[in-house]
């Protein structure tokens, strides 16, 4: 049972770590979201799973990492600064904005419910304009960039004359990108400062319908893989009045939060929009040459492009359960080995100092390889419901017992069964389990 309701997840956030309200002690700040010591390892492991997939199990896509501040040039030329744009209204009636694009009824205020109180709209550029250096002069603007993109498209040449790749090939990002969204909303789907994880892949124009239709796929597979069943994902077509100004076509991976199914990745057709611009604004060549045919031609690009931060709450959306163990409810999510915030906890059954050097010394054993809990606090029974709900796969119990038998129980958070293992093999036995 995934959850229904996105009260419960954040509740659940904010309760055992995962997400506070970002200044929370003066208020909050603006729909900003901190996250806490399980959420940051959760969004760690959501973009080390992104990495692996993407750049370090192919052998076609490097990554980067590429400023956040970046000058008005790049913006001038990629068209973010007259389009990167979303229709305004206000309400005359309750003062309230609204993005026109995402009101149900464009004639309605959802806010007040009246009828024609809605002001023209205008475009409001979303890019968040700072200022480089002590003085405020022209020269000195700068932008945070909106998304990672550009940093691919601007640094296109250097990596392919230092990465031996030729088209088809990508250039991988993952990092913070800010936009100041007119209205915020739904916990951290909607937030104006947020991470991306985005790849261009470059390749030869002919091939690029082809090559969209694999990633179109192959990043709707990856949802799946990681656990969130197919049922609750789609791929969806944008109309022609949909596209952003660089695409030619673009494919979204929506997954059914509980308001609806709604974005969780974009996969574009950026064509050979960026590299052109780029190419005739800064006056160098952003072009291939193919040895082999003699030809010379500027790549098309697919653009795979995912929140990091949108799908956390989707993970967690999709793992969250509630079912019956020795006639108790237990709350816990099922979230995939490689994405749970620890993949083990160790439980020495009591806090008698007999057990600590024991305990400290399987919690080290294990913490070289994965991230470990260590717990002593508490009823067992209570411990390991703590660890069920933040998704901890295994717990590894250390008793009075081990002292002689030198073997500990490993208790599977899915099923609750449990089986003893000697300590000799617990390494090989968790990494069987947790499949790495
Ligand atoms: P929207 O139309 O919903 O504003 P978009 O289609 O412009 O978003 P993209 O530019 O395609 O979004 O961004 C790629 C991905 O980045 C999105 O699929 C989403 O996962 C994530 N993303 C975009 N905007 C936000 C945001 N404000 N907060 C969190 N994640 C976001």
Redo the contacts with the bound molecule.
Sequence with gaps: MAATDLEQIVNLSKRRGFVFLSAEIYGGFRSAYDYGPLGSLLLRNVKNAWIRAMVQERDDVVLIDAAILAPPQIWEASGHLANFTDPLVDCTNCKQRFRLDKLDDPDTCPNCGRHGTFTEARQFNLMFKTQAGPVEEAGTVAYLRP?TAQGMFVNFANVLNTSRKKPPFGIAQVGKVF?N?IT?QNWI????E?E?MEMQFFVPPADSARWFEYWCQERLDWYVRHGIPRDDLRLRRHDADELSHYSAGTSDVEFRFPWGFD????IAQRTDYDLKQHAAASGERLDYFDQVTGERYVPYVVEP???V??TMAAFMLAAYDVDEVGGEERTLLRLHPRLAPYQVAVLPLSKKDILTPLAGEVRHTLAGRYMVDYDEVQSIGKRYRRQDEVGTPICVTVDFDSLDDKAVTIRDRDTTDQVRVPIDHLVDEVADRLGF
């Design positions: 998304e936009r969204e915020p789907f909607r937030t104006r947020f991306q974005e969780l990745e974009g492009a995912a929140g931060t949108r």
